[in-house]
Antibody
Framework: EVQLVESGGGLVQPGGSLRLSCEASGFTSSNYWMNWVRQAPGKGLEWVANINLDGSEKNYVGSVRGRFTISRDNTKNSLYLQMNSLGAEDTAVYYC??????????????WGKGTTVTVSS | DIQMTQSPSSLSASVGDRVIITCRASHIISSYLNWYQQKPGRAPKLLIFAASSLQSGVPSRFSGSRTGTEFTLTISSLQPEDFATYYCQQSYTTPVTFGPGTRVDIK
């Protein structure tokens, strides 16, 4: 079964750091771009970052650039999100997603169940 | 960044109703538009990609279309399991952006 499982969420104080992990199974994650998408409580979806096949290209939404770092370890079929200088606005469920391609069209076809990050003192 | 809007923001409908949700982009995005369904407490699920291509395993009552910069998601006959929030998402350029969502609930 194709699956993504996130971990690493929790309660962290403002200004703190957290590292999220996402383990892929049922497929070879090194064949896909991967993403992090988040959803604040009661809010919509926000794309956070993505990373290419070998980790040499990374993109971020403006609000996290310079604070978050996406990375991957293809030997472990795993994706990571290092989050520093966390603020209340980063409180959300964080989803790991697979980016599928059909010709020039890209879409997120596999989603994990998410891990919850709460930033609060 | 490309801004996505959706209308309506919410709607109430009955089982068997035809439901249409509209999504617009602030810039031309060709057909680089995807639709997702999200139920409370669950991860989003891909329904439609490339504006009108049905994802494998998704019921055929779901369909997508594009007219210029306006996109629609149509549910031809609403089923009990379709009550959820629907999001459009552009994949034309980075940053990828989502619409604010349309909540479909029971009348």
């Amino acid at each position: 079964e194709v699956q993504l499982v996130e971990s690493g969420g929790g309660l962290v104080q403002p200004g703190g750091s957290l590292r999220l992990s996402c383990e892929a199974s049922g497929f070879t994650s090194s064949n896909y771009w991967m993403n992090w998408v988040r959803q604040a409580p009661g809010k919509g979806l926000e794309w956070v970052a993505n990373i290419n096949l070998d980790g040499s290209e990374k993109n971020y939404v403006g609000s996290v650039r310079g604070r978050f770092t996406i990375s991957r370890d293809n030997t472990k079929n795993s994706l990571y999100l290092q989050m520093n200088s966390l603020g209340a606005e980063d409180t959300a469920v964080y989803y790991c997603t697979r980016l599928q391609a059909s010709g020039n069209f890209y879409y997120m076809d596999v989603w994990g169940k998410g891990t919850t990050v709460t930033v609060s003192s | 960044d490309i801004q996505m809007t959706q209308s309506p923001s919410s709607l109430s409908a009955s089982v068997g109703d035809r439901v249409i949700i509209t999504c617009r982009a602030s810039h031309i995005i060709s057909s680089y538009l995807n639709w997702y369904q999200q139920k409370p407490g669950r991860a989003p699920k891909l329904l439609i990609f490339a504006a009108s291509s049905l994802q494998s395993g998704v019921p055929s009552r779901f369909s997508g279309s594009r007219t210029g910069t306006e996109f629609t998601l149509t549910i031809s006959s609403l089923q009990p399991e379709d009550f959820a929030t629907y999001y459009c998402q552009q994949s034309y350029t980075t940053p990828v952006t989502f619409g604010p969502g349309t909540r479909v609930d029971i009348k």
